[in-house]
């Protein structure tokens, strides 16, 4: 048990080195904007959600349930500001990578919420400060008050998330798919397409009731490594019509944090 629980710490140790060598290399231009995002989404995917060993788990659920290791001995004020300063590199924008990424946050909070809470604040933000001062980040004060915001995003969002996906998880797509409106969906919204598989759309397409075969909806993964998938567009499952369906019993407040967020961060505002 000892060398399991060492072999999960050397796991995260891993993921710590390689946040603080992409925040380096992106800071002092050594690889590009397009570089640090796919890497980081790469990183967290596979870690966290996905990777080639199961494509239904990331490294980290395997080597939880392989070696029945104990969440409390993992989580850490160090962690959650190694993870914190690795979102923080980006000014806040609406390119589709920097958005991938956001949710991706999201996703990983709505699942492990001890990521990016593990430790009371005033822990996360010292270890914070220490990660920055390391990075030569200057202004920290600023840089913590303009990132409290986001801070607090992925985790009201994370949460609300979490109960989602939890009520998702036990019914299945084909019970619900005639049951949905048919309308307009917009390019940024989130589609829900069954287990944990979540994917955002790229082009605006009309949710019909009897669709010819060019009719498709178009996306990109927000928990797994493939790029694009498009699907016939009525069996898309939009997350704001789901969350919305009353038999779920989905909280008012976890439904209002994921139409706020959808509207003010995604729809109609991604630069694709």
Request: proline residues 1%.
């Amino acid at each position: 048990m000892v060398i399991c629980k060492w072999l999960l710490h050397v796991l995260f140790d891993d993921l710590k080195v390689a946040s603080i060598i992409l925040r380096l290399g992106y800071d002092n231009d050594w690889i590009s904007n397009d570089e640090y995002f796919d890497a980081t989404y790469t990183l967290w995917t596979e870690f966290f959600f996905s990777c080639e060993v199961d494509e239904r788990k990331g490294y980290l659920e395997l080597k939880l349930i392989q070696e029945d290791s104990r969440v409390e001995d993992l989580q850490s004020a160090e962690l959650s500001a190694t993870m914190l300063a690795w979102l923080f590199s980006i000014e806040l924008s609406n390119d589709i990578k920097y958005m991938r990424l956001l949710l991706s946050a999201i996703l990983v909070h709505a699942k492990y919420r001890w990521v990016f809470m593990g430790a009371d604040k005033e822990s996360i933000n010292f270890e914070l400060n220490k990660v920055l001062t390391a990075l030569n980040i200057q202004d920290m004060d600023e840089v913590l008050q303009r990132y409290g915001m986001l801070w607090g995003l992925v985790v009201s969002n994370g949460e609300a998330l979490n109960e989602i996906l939890d009520k998702l998880s036990k019914v299945s797509v084909s019970m619900y798919k005639d049951k949905l409106p048919f309308r307009e969906v917009e390019r940024g919204e989130i589609l829900w397409q069954g287990k944990e598989d979540l994917y955002i759309v790229t082009n605006k397409y009309m949710r019909k009731r009897k669709p010819k075969s060019d009719d498709r909806a178009h996306t990109i993964s927000l928990n797994r490594t493939q790029e694009e998938k498009s699907y016939i567009v009525n069996f898309t499952l939009p997350l704001l019509d789901l969350i919305k369906v009353k038999e779920l019993g989905i909280s008012q407040a976890s439904q209002e944090a994921i139409q706020i967020f959808s509207q003010d961060y995604l729809i109609n505002k991604i630069y694709f």
